[in-house]
């Protein structure tokens, strides 16, 4: 059996999320930062020559129709024409529905390793066409490069940041994202800003107010959060996360962290860990 295994699947966080307006065919029109971090999902993949792509890890609740990872392999394949198939296994850590990007990540993964491990050939941006079919976050998981991002969040423009640790806490609930998009007192009319305006400070989310109201929780979990210092949502949430400059001031905040809670420390990074793994397949 030729498995190769330990192909990451980094989170993001949302450090900042405006609405500037819609599109004609109701999408909306964003500016936001994707953070990545050092925080993964790990997948593991066996080439075969069958042809046929099996998820040998199914995740409890994803349809095999919904799941990303069968449907970037399969998309990859019938893109490439690729007879050959595989076997997927994945080691499952970022936690669902909590806005790190974490399905998005598994499928942006899938693209780039299968696009190795099969010779298939594609460029970078040719994966990422691919995996804006997926997904609007796809794209910048597979570029693989902490970004600002326009559009529909498909526009990216790769920056370097300071590398932060953050504490980030998943409050014990699921967000209906789309629920949110159709919120009517959503603020959709922000003004463009630039990335400078952002760097020297602007870190609104424009999703927070919408989720504190409509989630009692997730307020109630900020405040508790506030004491540790500056709480921001992630995407639509439901993820909390705190930034601090140095591991230990992370590490000690994350242990007076209520046990129960889904909570863990991450470093932010300019270059995705699966380009790292790439390197070295």
């Given at each position: 059996m030729n498995v190769s295994s330990g192909?990451?699947?980094?989170?993001?966080?949302?450090?900042?999320?405006?609405?500037?307006?819609?599109?004609?065919?109701?999408?909306?029109?964003?500016?936001?930062?994707?953070?990545?971090?050092?925080?993964?999902?790990?997948?593991?993949?066996?080439?075969?020559?069958s042809g046929e792509i099996h998820h040998q890890t199914p995740i409890a609740g994803v349809a095999v129709e919904d799941d990303l990872i069968i449907r970037a392999a399969r998309?990859?394949?019938?893109?490439?024409?690729?007879?050959?198939?595989?076997?997927?296994?994945?080691?499952?850590?970022?936690?669902?529905?909590?806005?790190?990007?974490?399905?998005?990540s598994d499928a942006a993964t899938t693209l780039v390793a299968l696009n190795h491990l099969w010779g298939v050939g594609l460029s970078v941006d040719g994966l990422a066409a691919l995996g804006r079919q997926l997904g609007a976050d796809v794209?910048?998981?597979?570029?693989?490069?902490?970004?600002?991002?326009?559009?529909?969040?498909?526009i990216l423009?790769?920056?370097?940041?300071?590398?932060?640790?953050?504490?980030?806490?998943?409050?014990?609930?699921?967000?209906?994202?789309?629920?949110?998009?159709?919120?009517?007192?959503l603020k959709r009319d922000c003004s463009a800003i630039t990335i400078a305006d952002f760097i020297v400070g602007d870190r609104l989310n424009v999703f927070t107010a919408v989720v504190k109201k409509r989630y009692p929780a997730?307020?109630?979990?900020?405040?508790?959060?506030?004491?540790?210092?500056?709480?921001?949502?992630?995407?639509?949430?439901?993820?909390?996360?705190?930034?601090?400059d140095t591991q230990r001031q992370a590490t000690d905040v994350a242990q007076q962290i209520p046990q129960q809670l889904d909570c863990f420390v991450a470093q932010g990074v300019n270059r995705s860990p699966l380009y790292q793994r790439l390197d070295n397949a």
């Open positions: 192909w990451p699947a980094p989170a993001k966080l949302n450090l900042m999320l405006h609405i500037t307006g819609r599109r004609e065919d109701g999408y909306h029109l964003l500016q936001t930062v994707f953070q990545l971090v050092d925080y993964s999902d790990a997948l593991s993949f066996e080439v075969t020559r998309l990859l394949q019938q893109h490439s024409g690729c007879s050959q198939g595989a076997a997927i296994s994945i080691q499952k850590r970022l936690p669902m529905g909590g806005g790190l990007g974490g399905g998005s794209p910048v998981f597979v570029h693989g490069n902490t970004a600002w991002a326009e559009g529909v969040g498909d423009q790769p920056v370097e940041l300071p590398k932060p640790w953050f504490v980030v806490v998943k409050p014990p609930l699921e967000i209906a994202t789309a629920k949110l998009f159709s919120d009517q007192e997730v307020a109630e979990m900020m405040t508790l959060l506030g004491e540790f210092g500056e709480v921001s949502l992630t995407g639509t949430g439901a993820c909390l996360f705190l930034s601090f």
